[in-house]
């Protein structure tokens, strides 16, 4: 039983556009992290969020930026969508590093 | 550069039998190792982890074993059931990167058979 929720579930933006995925964190986790799974492949870390202040960034170019907000939700945003940005888009909560617990995900298109 | 890698990307087992799902490693650096099951359509639900200080944990009928020379780990479901089938992914979390970052690897498709 996670708790973590995200929305929304799919989404089909065109080339060129921007969007922005939403995710509540588990209750009493303070540090959401976000993922994107292409087909075939495991997750990869975009970036973390703890206390509101993004501190860990993966491979992913500056367009893909985010924000936590108080109450530990979190927005990840994508500009200048591009064709390859097309992937499952997860968004964990953690509260140590044993364990972290993975929304459904919102399966983002691009076309 | 996989630092993480599930070398099987499939296995099929007898339901009531085990399933051994692998995984290896580069990075010496490691400190928690963490598996995952994933259905289609839904996001990884975390199953089991295991520190890099232990060589065994278990929970249910889950099992992880990490050999840190051999930079290996598995994870054995004992018994097998139906609704086991799925992908699992194994993870990893570099001790020096100060988050909670986990490094995937591509994942092994279990089937069950009845």
């Known amino acids: 039983e996670t708790g973590v929720t995200q929305s929304p579930t799919h989404l089909i933006k065109t080339r060129g556009q921007q969007v922005t995925l939403r995710c509540s964190s588990q209750?009493?986790?303070?540090?959401v992290s976000w993922y994107q799974q292409a087909l075939g492949q495991g997750p990869q870390f975009i970036f973390q969020?703890?206390?509101?202040?993004?501190?860990g960034r993966g491979n992913f170019p500056p367009r893909f930026s985010g924000l936590q907000f108080p109450n530990y939700s979190s927005e990840l945003n994508v500009n200048a969508l591009e064709l390859d940005d097309s992937a499952l888009y997860l968004c964990?909560?953690?509260?140590?590093?044993?364990?972290?617990?993975f929304g459904q995900g919102t399966r983002l298109t691009v076309v | 550069d996989q630092q993480v890698k599930q070398n099987s990307p499939s296995l099929s087992v007898q339901e009531g039998r085990i399933s051994i799902l692998n995984c290896d490693y580069t990075?010496?650096?490691?400190?928690?190792f963490l598996w995952y099951k994933k259905y289609p359509a839904e996001g990884p639900t975390f199953l089991i982890s295991?520190?890099?200080?232990?060589d065994k944990n278990e929970d249910g009928r889950f099992t992880v074993f990490l050999n840190k020379s051999a930079k290996h780990l598995s994870l054995h479901i004992v018994p097998s059931q139906p609704g086991d089938s799925a992908v699992y992914f194994c993870a990893a979390r570099p001790s020096t990167s100060g988050t909670y970052k986990y490094i995937f690897g591509t994942g092994t498709r279990l089937k069950v058979l009845a």
């Open positions: 964990a909560s953690s509260q140590t590093a044993s364990e972290a617990f």
């Open positions: 990075n010496s650096m490691f400190d928690y």
């Open positions: 969020y703890y206390r509101e202040e993004e501190n």
């Open positions: 209750s009493g986790h303070n540090t």
């Open positions: 295991i520190s890099s200080i232990k």
